[in-house]
């Protein structure tokens, strides 16, 4: 099974900071790489779709990178509603099945 | 306007079964792949199993792999997930998503809590 890694698990910052996240698979996947942002109580929102798409209606401080085995989000100028849990997520295109990675929660500094 | 609601949650003892549901609305539901998803409180999001739109692929997380099982009714624009010998760990809230590779829709989820 592909394994995810995703780090930091939790990040301080500041309004208007630019942060990023990453995320790492233990073998190639290709750009299979979601994003997703979760907040308290709610249901995960689909933010950037295979590495560097961004999902209609995001807005565009949300980016993506990457290809292979490393991937990035960035947020490049953090807002006071993007403090919330961030996930990644790949897709095993051989199996059907998707995997998380361990999330990253961003909190106000 | 995509709506997905899951049902079928509760508290149920260590052992016994639940079976889930999630009514789809908004789109056309045969023509996707749809996932369930569970997080434990407190805890992050884990995959727990995929359908392709016609059931040709199915596919469980080794967690629950023998235990539950996916299934959908296209005819009634419903997803279900039969849980059968459910032990603590599978205390959860579960959620039904839409799509293959990307999750692009998300129901609000139903609770499981599995307690003697």
Known sequence: DIQMTQSPSSLSASVGDRVTITCRASQDISNYLNWYQQKPGKAPKLLIYDASNLETGVPSRFSGGGSGTDFTFTVSSLQPEDFATYYCQQYDNLRGAVQFGQGTRLEIK | ?116
């Open chain 2, 1 to 116: 306007e995509v709506q997905l609601v899951e049902s079928g949650g509760g508290l149920v003892q260590p052992g016994r079964s639940l079976r889930l549901s999630c009514a789809a609305s908004g789109f056309t539901f045969g023509d996707n792949a749809m996932h369930w998803v569970r997080q434990a409180p407190g805890k992050g999001l884990e995959w727990v199993s995929a359908i392709t739109w016609n059931g040709g692929i199915i596919d469980y997380a080794d967690s629950v792999k023998g235990r539950f099982t996916i299934s959908r009714d296209n005819a009634k624009n419903s997803l279900y997930l039969q849980m059968n010998s459910l032990l603590p760990e599978d205390t959860a809230l579960y959620y039904c998503a839409k799509g293959l590779a990307r999750l692009g829709y998300w129901g609000q989820g139903t609770l499981v809590t599995v307690s003697s």
